[in-house]
């Protein structure tokens, strides 16, 4: 990791923490989740990781014959990019613009 990625990831978690502290962090949070679930995201999301269980049920058989089945951490990397994806644009654009507000407000005090 660089020095950089590493600065960075030092104020997203500074500004995570102060939203913590704040009740905003929760706030925004609700309303994200209102949003997606809005959107039909999570139903989408469940259909994916749903089509990896089956395929990876369907294709994957050990040397006895048994099938195999995926862990959750294989099946979370498998659908975490799919389901980032899947995020509309008004929904990440209206949560950023929240935490816009917040920190706008923070930096004016």
């Known amino acids: 990791m660089t020095q950089q990625q590493e600065e960075l990831d030092q104020i997203k978690s500074k500004i995570q923490d102060h939203l913590i502290a704040s009740g905003n962090y929760e706030v925004i949070n609700k309303q994200l989740k ?3 679930y809005e959107s039909g995201w999570y139903d989408k999301v469940a259909q994916i990781a749903n089509k990896e269980l089956n395929k990876s049920v369907n294709n994957d058989t050990d040397k006895g014959g048994h099938a195999s089945t995926i862990n959750l951490n294989q ?3 498998l659908v975490r990019p799919k389901a980032e994806e899947l995020v ?3 929904v990440k654009e209206n949560i950023m613009k929240k935490i816009e507000k917040y920190l706008d ?3 004016d005090e």
Request: overall charge negative; cysteine-free.
């Open 34 to 36: 209102l949003q997606l």
């Open 75 to 77: 099946l979370y990397a």
């Open 88 to 90: 509309p644009s008004d």
């Open 105 to 107: 407000g923070i930096i």
